[in-house]
C-alpha cells in the first residue's frame, strides 16, 4: 500500500490488498479503480466502543469509512489542500473535521482541551491520533503552514486558522481582546490558542 498526491487537493492511496484496510472521511472518494470495497467503519469511526460513547458524549463526531482491496481511490474534500504526515509513535491532536484518512495501525480518542474551549470555536474536545503509520489533514483554508514551537518559543494562534498540532505540545486558551479590537470586533470575550513544548502546529491561511 502506498499513498501520493496526484495534486495539492487530491490523495490517491494504492492498495495491494496485503497492507490491510485504510479508514477515510465519509464521502470523501471522488473516483476509485479496481476491486474496492467501502463500508462504515462505525459510530467511533473504527476507534472501538470507547471511542463512540466518547465521541457521542462529546459530540467531537468522526465519520470514517473502512476502504479496502486492490486499486486506487482517489480522495478529496471540498477542494481542501491535503497534508500527509508520517506518525512513528508521535501523537497528532486534530479537530475531526480536519482528518481525511488514516493508514489501519492508527488509533483515534477524544481528548479534553479545556473549559475555555467552548467559547473559542474550538469546542470542549479534539481527536487524538496515535501509532505507526500515515495520516492525512485537509486544509479547507488555502495551504496548510507548518509552524515550531520549542520550549523557548511557545505559540499563539487563531482558533479559526488552526488545524492540528503534532508533537509533546501543551494547548492552552489565553484571552486576548487586542487582535480582534484591530479589526472592529471589540464587543464580547475572545480566546486565542497558546501552544508549548516541542512539535509543530499546523494552521490554514484563510480563517473559517
Known sequence: MSWRLQTPRVLVVDLDGAG?????????????????????????????LRAAFK?????????????????????AVDAGHVLVLDLAGDVLKAE??????????????????????????????????TGHGQVALISLGGPPIALRVTPQQPLVVDPDAYIGCLGDVSQSFVTDVSWRNLIGESSGEAFSLRFEGRGTVFIQPEER
Open 20 to 48: 490491510g484496510p485504510v479508514r477515510a472521511r465519509t464521502g470523501s472518494m471522488v473516483a476509485y479503480e479496481g476491486e474496492v470495497s467501502f463500508k462504515h467503519a462505525g459510530s467511533g469511526g473504527g476507534g472501538g
Open 55 to 75: 465521541q457521542r458524549v462529546t459530540g467531537e463526531s468522526l465519520p470514517l469509512m473502512e476502504v479496502a482491496g486492490r486499486g486506487s481511490v482517489h480522495l
Open 96 to 129: 475531526s473535521e480536519s482528518l481525511l484518512c488514516l493508514s489501519g495501525g492508527l488509533r483515534t480518542d477524544v481528548v479534553f482541551t479545556g473549559l475555555q474551549g467552548a467559547s473559542s470555536g474550538q469546542g470542549l474536545f479534539t481527536t487524538s491520533v
